[in-house]
């Protein structure tokens, strides 16, 4: 019996020695820290057997949706407001992965841009670095002042909508005296023609009005005092050039063509005829037809009343009629030389013109 119980001590001493081992060595991996070691590596895996919700994006709509983290918010309050914008579907499982990964503390204040299709190790990863967060905004050649600001509400970047934008571009807009006397911008007008066509890579939290000085700081570098003094030397304004680039913009389909069709806007200026351009008229519908660029019969031609209506005005219409790009503005100051007063589309679906001297003529480019 005796020798029973030395077995049992022992096995004893020898299982608290084990257990003492084991909890050293337990101590030394976790860094003095069992507990949260234990916990961590439960939830690590946890995370391992989700492997494919990991990889399951939210959706498949690609369109960046805006996304601010303020000072102080946790992990939690950002996981529950990525489940509100539909970015991410599990919030549990998304603070969990910030935790395994150690991101959880890594989470950067600032606006990102993110889209349903990306993962949540793909967020995750983003919302540690609000440096990279840019708006990519691209104002497109001949579109209106209105379609800009359409487009700023529909990209969903912005911190503010397309109607506040518009109310800084529209009539009455207030500008740098430098700029309005450059371009010779009449009191109360508004910014049409000069939000200049380009790609804008811009500061997440840019405002409205930067955005404006933006474009038209770039208006002011790409087109610059020597256009105006280009313009001045031939009798124009630079608003007057930009006026008949603006109709051009919207007429040429190829940009190879703007110097021709400036060419026979010109001639018909510099003998009085009326311009007769079917984007003045579209543009004197003001949208009433559900969109701003219509179909227009023969009958809106004298039925449109409007002053940007060069069928029934003389001369140039009040100002431009869209925001035209740098080829339709330097062809409108150096148009081809041409005697054509006339042109229609080709018949053979090219998008090119053909130009003619005589009514006659132009009829017999008919199709």
């Known amino acids: 019996m005796s020798r029973l119980i030395k077995v049992i001590v022992f096995l004893g001493v020898l299982g ?34 989700r492997q494919d919700e990991l990889e399951q994006p939210y959706g498949t709509d690609t369109s960046n949706r805006r996304f ?4 102080g918010d946790s992990p939690l309050v950002i996981a529950r407001r990525l489940g509100e914008d539909e970015l991410v579907r599990d919030t549990s499982l998304f603070v969990d992965y910030l935790k395994v990964e150690a991101l959880d503390v890594q989470l950067e204040s600032g606006t990102y841009f993110l889209n349903q299709t990306q993962t949540i190790a793909q967020i995750a990863l983003a919302l540690t670095d609000a440096s990279k ?9 001949g579109t209106r002042i209105e379609e800009v600001a359409r487009d700023i509400t529909d990209s969903g970047a912005f911190s503010f909508t397309g109607d506040e934008f518009l109310a800084l571009v529209g009539p009455g ?26 790609t804008y890579v811009l500061p997440p939290n840019i405002t409205a009005l930067e955005l404006r000085d933006t474009i038209l700081e770039n208006f002011e570098t790409q087109v610059g005092q020597q256009f105006a003094a280009d313009a001045q030397m031939q009798g124009y304004s630079l608003r007057d050039i ?27 200026l510099d003998i009085g005829m009326k311009m007769d351009a079917d984007p003045t008229v579209q543009y004197g519908l003001e949208g009433q037809r559900g969109g701003w660029w219509p179909q227009i019969t023969q009958d809106d ?18 100002g431009p009629i869209s925001n035209p790009g740098l080829s339709a503005i330097r062809a409108a100051l150096n148009p081809a030389s ?14 090119y013109h053909a130009f003619a001297m005589t009514f006659d003529e132009h009829v017999g480019n008919g199709c």
Do not use: K
């Not at 909890?23 to 507990?35: A, E, H, T």
């Not at 031609?301 to 009040?318: A, F, Q």
């Open 16 to 49: 608290l020695f084990g257990l003492g081992l084991l909890f050293g060595f337990l101590m030394i991996l976790s860094g003095g820290r069992p507990v949260s070691f234990v916990q961590q590596t439960l939830l690590r895996l946890s995370v391992a057997s």
């Open 68 to 71: 601010t983290i303020a000072p």
């Open 133 to 141: 967060s840019s708006i990519t905004f691209r104002v497109l050649e």
């Open 173 to 198: 807009a207030v500008v740098d005296d430098a700029f309005g006397t450059l371009v010779g911008l009449p009191i109360g007008a508004s910014l049409e023609g000069f939000l200049f066509p380009d």
């Open 242 to 268: 930009v006026t008949i680039a603006s109709i051009s913009e919207r007429e040429a389909v190829h940009n190879d063509e703007h110097p021709m069709i400036v060419s026979v806007y010109r001639n018909r």
């Open 301 to 318: 031609y004298r039925e449109v009343i409007s002053p940007y209506n060069t069928y029934i005005n003389n001369g140039l219409p009040p």
């Open 338 to 351: 041409s005697d054509y007063l006339y042109f229609r589309a080709r018949c053979d679906g090219s998008n």
